[in-house]
């Protein structure tokens, strides 16, 4: 196989054994070892991409919270880390390094998902995001990001629900479910080590299969609503030049998926 660039994107929420706050924010208790079974899930996949394609370039993002999750000590040495905000294109920032494919680890499902882990999008002030009508998490906006790029997402990782809701926007892509949602903060959880062999495994197959994926991609202009939880939030969203509001709804054309992403991340941080 010739060499080829890989952009991992692993969040924090959807990695075996993670069902708490209090395992994904660095306040937490349980945040250091939170960490290490994110790093830990990351070099699985790291490794199942050499694996397949030895000679790859393989970019990891880490993209949970303050995208300093990670620990750059104990990652597989044959990966790049990105990490750090803000940054351009956030969760998938790497894609304009060239990436020809992209795989998310250790995602959720969107804010209001039923049974879901540690469901949201984006962040806390932002109960939904609809591009052209359709109700989109960070699963569904990433991808369509990635499409715009000419980039396929080849793999998704994380609870059940989070991996319906890949398949239902890339139904030949391929999904490694570790967990099973309980509700919020409750799972039934692979062992951790169980968890990073299946990774393993999936991204391997998900590189040789590369060449049967194909982007997904919006029709532009891009019409977006975003509802938000305080009304406060969209108060300070009317300030930005190109939104309207309707209430705690505020609505926006964006030219491209760049463009969109780019105020979706603004809009999550002048949120409380």
């Known amino acids: 196989m010739a060499a080829i660039k890989v952009l991992i994107s692993v969040d924090m929420e959807g990695i075996a054994g993670i069902v708490h706050p209090a395992e994904t924010t660095p306040t937490g208790g349980d945040y250091e070892r939170g960490r ?43 990966a790049r880390l990105i990490r750090g905000k803000p940054r351009e294109l956030g969760m998938l920032a790497g894609l304009q390094a060239g990436a020809q494919a992209a795989m998310f680890v250790g995602y959720h499902a969107r804010a209001g998902a039923s049974g879901a882990v540690l469901a949201h999008t984006i962040a806390d002030a932002i109960l939904d995001v ?70 393993r495994q999936g991204a391997s197959q998900a590189v040789s299969r590369r060449d049967e994926h194909r982007p997904v991609a919006a029709s532009r202009p891009l019409d977006i609503e975003v509802d938000l939880h ?43």
């Open 130 to 199: 609809r591009i052209a009508g359709r109700s989109h998490g960070e699963i569904g906006i990433n991808t369509l990001l990635a499409g715009s790029y000419g980039v396929p997402v080849v793999l998704a990782s994380g609870d059940d629900a989070a991996c319906e809701e890949f398949t239902a926007l890339v139904p030949d892509g391929l999904t490694v479910p570790v967990k099973r949602g309980l509700g919020q903060y409750a799972a039934d959880t692979l062992h951790p080590q169980e968890a990073c062999d299946r990774l």
């Open 36 to 78: 290490a079974l994110m790093t830990a899930a990351a070099n699985a996949v790291v490794a199942g991409v050499l694996d397949a394609a030895p000679a790859a370039e393989v970019l990891v993002a880490d993209s949970h919270g303050p995208y300093r999750n990670i620990l750059p000590e104990d990652l597989d040495r044959r």
């Open 230 to 272: 305080q009304p406060r939030t969209a108060d300070l969203a009317a300030l930005i030049p190109g939104i309207a509001r309707t209430g705690r709804t505020v609505t926006f054309a964006a030219e491209d998926m760049t463009a969109a992403y780019g105020l979706l991340q603004l809009l999550a941080h002048i949120g409380p």
